[in-house]
């Protein structure tokens, strides 16, 4: 026993204890990140329990892993922070624990902790209606260090929500000094864990779940194109061994940041694991003397990988997205692009959108196209005046038809774009960012929107469409990468959206960026939508959205029914499995309705009808991955919030190894209630499943306990269909 001075604290949530120690008021570190811990337990003795032997070849003492850890500690890892003077000579800093504040300091008269807890979701009318009130929101703890020598001054504060722990980090400098990387506050990672799951992709193959074994050294992934992107979501899940979908234990982590992340997850040579997330590395271009890390989002599940999901899932839903018409229930979508592409025409539009009501659809969308001279991607934007050889009349008398037909309007922009051939770019033509000789991107390129003029350029022109007309929705675009990270234009971007959605609240935004490019709790904190990806092929997509549910939640995630042949990958698949597959998320269609059949119209309109009969509760309850006996199935079950009733999509991607189905066990349910299972598009079975299995001519009733144990006994299907299994309890 050393005669160190321990102090500790602890953190709580429902899911999650977090103890953090500061030994002789050094940096604190967490000792502890796991299911809660007894009220009673002894912090200290944990300290004292954590500290790890040595042995000959390691120092006397084992550096910490703090919540920045120091290079100047001889910490055998990545170190939370790299930092360079006026004149480029490295800083290593080493801090001392200051202050603590705790929300009981903060009761007693400190001032607030700013950037602590997430708007309440009630209270503001923000919310969804319908859920169960917030609970534990605000418990904040806040450690401030200081590294006099430098001038230096750290802080790391968590709060507690409902269902995870956020935490952020800030750096200040009494002089201007060049940041390299700030990591916000890092955990260690589990240790009976083999394997770590991150987030690859691509254009029209978002969410890619990577697992790769931890190994001594480092796995990094960074996104270094100035958006979340297609190629490395920001978030990571920390399996432990034997955990899947419904159960075991497994911690994730997400960094809500839209301008590119760097993510290490380290071995060090002692066995010991570390998690870091910030921005992107250099991504602060200029010097300075504040820095703060965007929060992170953390979580514990002792229910597999669905714990994790559903605690992003309702952390977004209820707690970052303001809901522009929260007593609203969402709307279905049309959106043009794919039916008309830039050949606006305003004759076909009208019976377009007169078709797409028919169908059920309540917002038309006018995408790209509908501006400057825009009759390709290879000019105009930038020039956001409406075309008037496109619209004589202006908008107005497309929005009244649309309103006519019952539906809500919106528009598409991409504000932080211009091209070369643009009256924007010829004004202005030092508003672009980066170098003159940089690769164009779809012929465009970025505005330089850290100019406070470029702002205000982009603001008069939004503000003036959406002053001048009837709309309700923005699809925000971002259709290439930036020439460099660079956080400030990152800044500039949410304050543009700050703004306008401080000006027009009735307006609903969704973010998009060639599909996926841009999803994160930084950009959905001004959005309440998400352009999931460009594959409007429902096979790619039915893999895309399970992936992803992983963090958003099925009210945020677009889905859009795509044309008979898919755009982007030629297959034609049955107009059964695309409606349903877009009717597990937030339903739209995305084709020319002049090419449906008949029959492909009925079956259009009978899901759609479903999907709104059942949004109410479905928007507001979680998903949860099944795990399928079967790889060539991807099923989900949706469960409401009071557990009374779910729908489950089995989605039979490819053809089964094996010749008959394999039962599908459910998971959530209350194992003694009983529920009654209903096979809601039962006339789907086709003429090649012979068999009688129950579901298929008539409900059954049983136990959840059998739906969890032995699971659902499902008829035969083609690949690339979908049946729905609608459940009651009773
Ligand atoms: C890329 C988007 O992802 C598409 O949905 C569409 O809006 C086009 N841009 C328009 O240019």
């Known amino acids: 026993m050393t005669d160190e001075t321990i102090r500790a604290w602890r953190m709580d949530t429902r899911d999650q204890t977090l103890v953090l120690v500061s030994r002789d008021d050094a940096l604190p570190e967490c000792i502890y990140w796991g299911a809660p811990l007894p009220e009673d337990e002894d912090l200290e003795t944990l300290a004292s329990a954590a500290v790890m032997d040595v042995t000959g070849g390691m120092l006397d003492a084992s550096p910490p892993l703090s919540l920045s850890p120091e290079a100047r500690r001889s910490f055998p890892g990545q170190p939370g922070m790299m930092l360079r003077d006026g004149g480029g000579a490295i800083i290593l800093p080493t801090f001392a624990l200051r202050d603590v504040t705790t ?18 979701a009630r209270g503001g009318g923000r919310g969804m209606p319908g859920l169960p009130p917030g609970g534990t929101d605000g418990d904040v703890l806040r450690f401030t260090c200081e590294d006099a020598r430098n001038a230096l001054t750290y802080t790391a504060t968590f709060t507690a929500h409902d269902d995870l722990i956020t935490a952020r980090a800030t750096l200040t400098c009494g002089h201007p000094i060049h940041l390299d990387w700030l990591a916000a506050p890092v955990l260690p990672a589990p240790q009976l864990a083999d394997e770590v799951i991150d987030v690859s992709g691509r254009w029209i193959g978002e969410f890619r779940l990577n697992r790769t074994p931890w190994t001594p050294g480092i796995h990094m992934r960074e996104s270094r194109t100035g958006r979340s992107g297609h190629e490395h979501f920001p978030g990571l899940i920390l399996p432990c061994r034997g955990t899947t979908n419904t159960q075991g234990q497994a911690f994730g982590l997400h960094y809500g940041w839209s301008g590119g992340h760097r993510m290490i997850a380290e071995e060090l040579p002692d066995g010991r694991r570390q998690v870091q997330f910030g921005h992107a590395a250099q991504s602060e271009t200029e010097p300075g003397t504040r820095f703060e890390t965007a929060k992170i989002y953390l979580t514990h599940s002792t229910t597999g990988l669905n714990g994790i999901a559903t ?28 039916a008309v592409y830039f050949n606006h025409d305003l004759a076909e539009l009208k019976d377009i ?20 001279r825009r009759d390709d991607d290879t000019t105009s934007l930038g020039d956001w005046v409406i075309d008037p050889r496109k619209y004589p009349g202006g908008l107005t008398p497309l929005i009244d038809h649309v309103k006519a037909e019952g539906m809500g309007f919106g528009i598409w922009f991409e504000p932080e774009m211009v091209n070369r051939d643009s009256d924007l770019a010829r004004a202005h033509p030092d508003w672009i960012l980066g170098p003159a000789d940089q690769i164009p991107g779809r012929q465009q390129f970025v505005l330089n929107i850290a100019l406070p003029e470029v702002r205000e350029y982009l603001y008069n022109h939004i503000a003036a469409v959406l002053s001048a007309h009837d709309v309700d929705y923005v699809k925000w675009d971002h259709n290439r990468v930036l020439p460099a990270p660079d956080a400030a234009q990152t800044r500039g971007t949410y304050a543009l959206f700050d703004r306008l959605r401080a000006d027009f609240p009735h307006v609903e935004l969704e973010s998009c960026a060639s599909g996926g490019g841009r999803i994160d709790f930084g950009i959905l904190k001004r959005t309440a939508r998400v352009w999931l990806s460009d594959s409007n092929d429902a096979l790619e997509r039915l893999r895309i959205q399970h992936d992803a549910a992983l ?9 859009h029914v795509g044309p008979r042949q898919c755009h982007t990958s030629g297959r034609v698949l049955d107009i059964r499995f695309r409606a349903w597959v877009a009717a597990q998320r937030h339903m739209g269609f995305e084709m020319d309705p002049r090419e449906l059949t008949e029959d492909e119209a009925r079956v259009l309109q009978e899901v759609t009808a479903w999907w709104k009969a059942n949004r109410g509760w479905m928007c507001r309850g979680d998903i949860l991955r099944l795990d399928s006996a079967d790889p060539s199935v991807i099923a989900e079950q949706q469960l409401s919030r009071d557990g009374a009733r779910f729908v489950v999509f089995a989605g039979e991607a490819e053809t089964s190894a094996q010749i008959a189905p394999r039962p599908l066990r459910l998971t959530g349910l209350d194992a003694g209630a009983r529920y009654r299972m209903h096979l809601a598009n039962r006339a789907d079975a086709v003429g090649l499943s012979r068999g009688d299995p129950a579901l298929k001519s008539g409900d059954i009733e049983v136990s959840g306990q059998y739906l969890m144990q032995h699971g659902l006994t499902l008829p035969w299907a083609f690949p690339q269909s979908m049946w729905v299994i609608e459940g009651t309890r009773l």
């Open 103 to 120: 929300s009981d300091t903060i009761n007693e008269g400190h001032p607030p902790v700013a950037g602590g807890g997430e708007a309440p």
């Open 311 to 338: 605690a992003h899932q309702r952390h977004a839903r209820d707690r970052i997205v303001t809901w522009p018409h929260p007593d609203r229930p969402r709307p279905v979508h049309y959106n043009c692009w794919e």
């Open 353 to 372: 959108a007169s078709r797409a009501a028919a169908l059920g659809a309540e917002r038309f969308v006018l995408d790209d196209g509908w501006f400057g």
């Open 551 to 559: 963090f958003l939640p099925m009210a945020v995630t677009g889905s």
